[in-house]
Nanobody, 124 residues
Framework: QVQLVESGGGLVQAGGSLRLSCTAS????????MGWFRQAPGKEREFVGS????????IYDDSVKGRFTISRDNAKNTAYLQMNSLKPEDTAVYYC?????????????????WGQGTQVTVSS
């Protein structure tokens, strides 16, 4: 069992930056991929990005490519989402998730564990 806790959300002006953290407990996450998703009010949860277990591979949704960066520190059992050049349309609850294997994944159904989410609000 893996418990995930996100932190670092908040209110930021358009063009600003935030770094979200996702700290895992219950088991080490060094052998599994991690993902970030978001859900805006009235919308379905959508994929943001994913990082492989060894951090060699990252993938992103086109809407955040070039602005967001996923990283991880397996020694600290933590994954990160660095968000730069934030836009009002990035406003959402952001969730981290842990996959079942080391490979990057886009589909939410391929993630076994989820955090409770952290709110990110970008004002215009």
């Amino acid at each position: 069992q893996v418990q995930l806790v996100e932190s670092g959300g908040g209110l930021v002006q358009a063009g600003g930056s935030l770094r979200l953290s996702c700290t895992a407990s219950g088991r080490m996450i060094g052998t599994i991929a991690m993902g970030w998703f978001r859900q805006a009010p009235g919308k379905e949860r959508e994929f943001v990005g994913s990082i492989s277990a060894n951090a060699y591979i990252t993938i992103y949704d086109d809407s955040v490519k070039g602005r967001f960066t996923i990283s991880r520190d397996n020694a600290k059992n933590t994954a990160y989402l660095q968000m730069n050049s934030l836009k009002p349309e990035d406003t959402a609850v952001y969730y981290c998730a842990a996959a079942r294997d080391p490979v990057v994944r886009r589909a939410s159904s391929q993630y076994a564990y989820w955090g409770q989410g952290t709110q990110v609000t970008v004002s215009s």
